[in-house]
């Protein structure tokens, strides 16, 4: 991790835990009996396999049909189009330096958004990518996939 990064717990599978200058775990465990990394993280990877293919075989709600560039020190919003769960698809996203790209939701708290990127994910410094913390937004935060 990079220099200045803290973790609550830093698990291994039985590798060293290498801390650099600056870097805080909380707790260490490179015993390789941590049920974290003995039985969920091996079972992950079947998750998101799972999760990916529902996501190919899902309807698309929305189809943003340009790419979305949100300038430095700018926002933009992405509103989705009905109430319970959106799968949203655009072509590609470029947040630069200091930009916000908010999710909200439609009109209540139950709403849910997978938000499918086809192309590229250019993620700049110091952005913000995530759901609204206020109005209308999502009880848990939106997932993000490229498929």
């Known amino acids: 991790m990079k220099k200045g990064s803290n973790?609550?717990?830093?698990?291994t599978s039985g590798s060293k835990i290498i801390q650099?200058?600056?870097?805080n775990c909380l707790s260490a465990d490179s015993s390789g009996t941590n049920t974290e990394a003995t039985t969920l993280l091996?079972?992950?990877?079947?998750?998101?396999?799972t999760f990916?293919?529902?996501v190919k075989a899902a309807t698309r709600t929305q189809v943003i049909?340009?790419?979305?560039?949100v300038a430095a020190n700018d926002s933009q919003l992405i509103?989705?189009?009905?109430?319970?769960?959106?799968?949203?698809?655009?072509p590609?996203?470029?947040?630069?330096?200091?930009?916000v790209l908010t999710l909200v939701g439609a009109s209540n708290l139950t709403d849910q958004v997978?938000?499918?990127?086809?192309?590229?994910?250019?993620?700049?410094?110091?952005?913000?990518?995530?759901?609204?913390?206020?109005?209308p937004s999502f009880p848990m935060p939106a997932l993000f996939t490229s498929c």
């Open 92 to 99: 590609s996203i470029t947040l630069k330096t200091n930009s």
């Open 7 to 11: 973790a609550a717990n830093c698990i």
């Open 42 to 49: 091996p079972q992950a990877i079947a998750d998101v396999a």
């Open 79 to 90: 509103v989705d189009s009905q109430t319970g769960l959106n799968i949203i698809t655009v």
């Open 114 to 135: 997978v938000l499918v990127v086809a192309g590229n994910l250019k993620i700049g410094a110091d952005t913000f990518l995530a759901p609204a913390s206020s109005g």
């Open 52 to 54: 990916v293919t529902a």
């Open 20 to 23: 650099a200058d600056g870097f």
């Open 65 to 69: 049909q340009n790419k979305i560039v």
